[in-house]
């Protein structure tokens, strides 16, 4: 077996590598092919950043992004193509991420982007170039199970893991795909790795930003797109009385303390509930965030039995940021699911993503639909 688990010779191999421009997948590139495999570099155009294009350095593919690929893959010598995936991108990841936060939602567009355009089309592109495995610089371990399919695990480093931002992989998708990054111990190993390359991105910026959001500001392009999204509103307490007005409510998310410009109550106030049917910025005190139940759809279970309608026992992801909770899941209907934690979470969002897991591997997950406060502190907003 070779290193990517082929029985065969590594220049035998092919091997697509998702290239953004950025030093980890450039190091995955380098590294295939200092090991002697069929490397193809692909690097996915998604949108025209036109004039802003040169400031673009914390994003990727766009501009400068796509000229650094295609300068590594001109110095490794491989084949190197740009595919331009714009209107898919606009369509799968632009606009939901729009639609999302007109319904009330905190969207996290980098996992509909995996869902999508490159766990989906690109892979579809790399069987048309006949690829035995496409190979990303994403932080996570592909590890082989008892009963031969690939299971998805954490990262080796804690601090670089990106499982959560992956849980939608498929059985199918995960058994093509490879992480050649994912056993590194930090960064600087990729650093190092692309420097012992001689690649002139070893010591670029990492990506910080939404890719299509260069400035941060989330609200100034969903009200571009959706201009009724800026409409003004009440804000009102937990029991329906207007507490004063705000500006839209793109500019909020559940958990937000500042920005409220409400004055005079006995202790601070966060946003508890967006109810987009009435333009209402729900707020309460911080005990009101507390959550006990939260729901999810488009489930993606990866083990190969199904959920036990007795109860999973699991550890799960509410937010990217924060470390996994004991919880129980319990199937709701198709595609759907019931988490009930065993201890209240606070600031759990709809449009966020629940992912679960069992040690460091990832069971699965689902996007969140809706979750139930603590009864006492259930809002009566209409």
């Not at 084949?79 to 905190?106: C, K, N, Q």
């Not at 048309?128 to 998805?152: F, I, P, S, W």
């Not at 934690?341 to 993503?353: C, E, M, N, R, Y």
Request: one cysteine or more.
């Amino acid at each position: 077996m070779n290193s990517l688990g082929f029985d065969k010779a590594p220049k035998d191999t092919r091997v697509v590598v998702a290239m953004s421009g950025g030093v980890d997948s450039s190091a995955v590139a380098a590294l295939l092919k200092s090991e002697g495999y069929d490397v193809v570099g692909i690097t996915l155009q998604l949108y025209d950043m036109g004039a802003n294009a040169p400031s673009r350095a914390k994003s990727c593919c766009a501009g400068r992004d796509i000229y650094d690929a295609r300068k590594v893959a001109e110095d490794i010598d491989i084949p190197y193509y740009v595919l331009d995936y714009e209107s898919r991108f606009r369509e799968e990841v632009i606009d939901d991420f729009a639609d999302s936060y007109m319904r009330g939602e905190t969207p996290i567009p980098c996992v509909k982007c995996n869902q999508t355009v490159k766990f989906r089309d690109l892979l579809e592109t790399a069987h048309d170039l006949g690829a035995d495995c496409m190979a990303t610089g994403h932080y996570v371990q592909r590890k082989l199970g008892a009963n031969g399919h690939a299971e998805l695990h954490r990262a080796a480093d804690p601090n670089r893991d990106q499982s959560y931002f992956l849980f939608t992989t498929t059985q199918e998708q995960l058994d093509f795909l490879r992480f050649p990054l994912g056993h590194l111990m930090s960064k600087a190993e990729t650093r190092a790795l692309a420097a012992k390359f001689g690649l002139e991105v070893a010591d670029k910026p990492d990506s910080q930003d939404i890719c299509f959001v260069p400035d941060g500001k989330y609200a100034r392009l969903v009200e571009k797109l959706r201009p009724e999204a800026g409409e003004p509103g009440q804000i009102v307490d937990l029991d329906g009385n207007v507490l004063g007005d705000h500006r839209g409510l793109i500019h909020y998310t559940i958990g937000q303390r500042r920005g409220l410009n409400i004055g005079g109550t006995a202790e601070p106030l966060y946003v508890v509930k967006l109810l987009p049917e009435t333009r209402q910025v729900v707020v309460g005190p911080k005990s009101a965030l507390a959550i006990q139940m939260v729901y999810v759809k488009e489930l993606n279970w990866l083990d190969g039995d199904a959920i036990d309608p007795n109860g999973v026992e699991v550890e799960v992801k509410l937010r990217s940021a924060m470390a996994p909770a004991p919880a129980t899941i319990y199937p709701e209907g198709t595609g759907a699911a019931r988490i009930e934690l065993h201890d209240p979470q606070f600031g759990i969002a709809p449009g966020q993503a629940g992912v679960f897991y069992s040690g460091d591997r990832v069971m699965g997950g689902g996007w969140i639909t809706r979750q139930e406060l603590l009864a006492a502190h259930a809002p009566t907003a209409a």
